[in-house]
């Protein structure tokens, strides 16, 4: 893969996102290709924001373990592309 955008960039684009999920910017916006099928963009944004959320309630210890880092560096990926795909 390429080069990563500023981590704290892609934070900030992650609240942006936020904002557009709760204000339903991302309804009929198409879908967005994952692992297992197609979703509608608005669902996959949810989903990938619950995630992320679900990351940070880890404990200290439990987020430094190298599954959860691997897992949480790959939803940034997912998150790169759907920017790269909805700006």
């Known amino acids: 893969m390429g080069t990563h ?4 960039e892609l934070l900030i684009w992650i609240a942006t996102l936020r904002a557009r ?5 991302l309804a009929r916006l198409g879908t967005y290709a994952t692992e297992s099928g197609t979703l509608d963009i ?5 989903v990938m924001l619950a995630d992320l959320d679900h ?15 691997i897992r949480r560096g790959l939803l940034l990926d997912d998150f790169r592309r759907l920017r790269a795909q909805i700006g």
Do not use: N, T, V
């Open 55 to 69: 990351f940070g309630d880890l404990s200290p210890d439990r987020r430094r373990d190298l599954d959860i880092r």
């Open 21 to 25: 999920a709760e204000r339903g910017d």
């Open 42 to 46: 608005a669902l996959a944004a949810r």
């Open 5 to 8: 955008p500023d981590p704290d």
